[in-house]
């Protein structure tokens, strides 16, 4: 089984700062692109940073400049740093992986449970 467990969320006042983590464990062979998505109240999920094996990063207009997403291929955990953190920025952050079934051998998308951020005065 794989599994993906996040951390780092909460409660920051504008301005504020968090870094995410998120870390897969389980029948892992290979991790190959992972990556962080978001949904607000009422909103879709939007995609926020990615980051290939790699380490090619790409980033929503929306968050470059303030987040920077990277990995430690040794722990299979992937990081979120957000910084200047905005209202805007509130939702559920979601982890995401495509890996390698150790048992398979096939490659599927995995998700975390989701980690509430909420950016508030």
């Known amino acids: 089984q794989v599994q993906l467990v996040e951390s780092g969320g909460g409660l920051v006042q504008p301005g504020g700062s968090l870094r995410l983590s998120c870390a897969a464990s389980?029948?892992?062979?290979?991790?190959?692109?992972m990556g962080w998505y978001r949904q607000a109240p009422g909103e879709q999920r939007e995609l926020v940073a990615t980051?290939?094996?790699?380490?090619?990063?790409s980033y929503a207009d929306s968050v470059k400049g303030r987040f920077t997403i990277s990995r430690d291929n040794a722990k299979n955990t992937v990081y979120l740093q957000m910084d200047s953190l905005k209202p805007e920025d509130t939702g559920v952050y979601y982890c995401n992986a495509n890996i390698r079934n150790s048992l398979t051998l096939r490659s599927y998308d995995y998700w975390g449970q989701g980690t509430q951020v909420t950016v508030s005065s």
């Open positions: 389980g029948s892992v062979f290979s991790i190959s692109t």
């Open positions: 980051i290939t094996s790699g380490r090619t990063t």
